[in-house]
């Protein structure tokens, strides 16, 4: 089962307070970017948030999933709808740990 596009709308618009997230669309699932950093995924219309050392501190003993067959763990927000201040300092926390992106380097032409 895929994520309806009415749930990506809908965390669009309780999340419109965080600047730089963007939604991309990806084999019938969504990946979250923060700061061009991947933060989350949106996987049969849950949100699954990256478990990094802050993510983690912020929401205490979170529910833990894997947001696709093979997938590691990650936390399960159900609750980002109806607690979006807490899904967005979530999200905050995650770009924060996380590494900057490595540049794309361009191939030379030939």
């Given at each position: 089962m895929s994520t309806r596009p009415d749930?990506?709308?809908?965390?669009?618009?309780?999340?419109?307070d965080l600047a730089g997230l963007s939604f991309r669309?990806?084999?019938g699932e969504y990946a979250l970017y923060l700061d061009a950093k991947v933060v989350a995924l949106v996987c049969d219309d849950t949100l699954?948030?990256?478990?990094?050392?802050?993510a983690l501190a912020l929401i205490g003993a979170p529910q833990m999933a894997p947001p696709y067959p093979g997938a590691?763990?990650?936390?399960r927000l159900e609750t980002a709808l109806d607690e979006p201040d807490l899904a967005m300092a979530a999200l905050r926390a995650v770009a924060a740990d996380l590494?900057?992106?490595?540049?794309?380097?361009?191939?030379p032409k030939v």
């Open positions: 749930t990506i709308e809908a965390l669009r618009d309780v999340m419109s669309k990806m084999f699954f948030v990256k478990p990094t050392p802050g590691k763990a990650h936390i590494p900057a992106p490595k540049p794309k380097t361009r191939k």
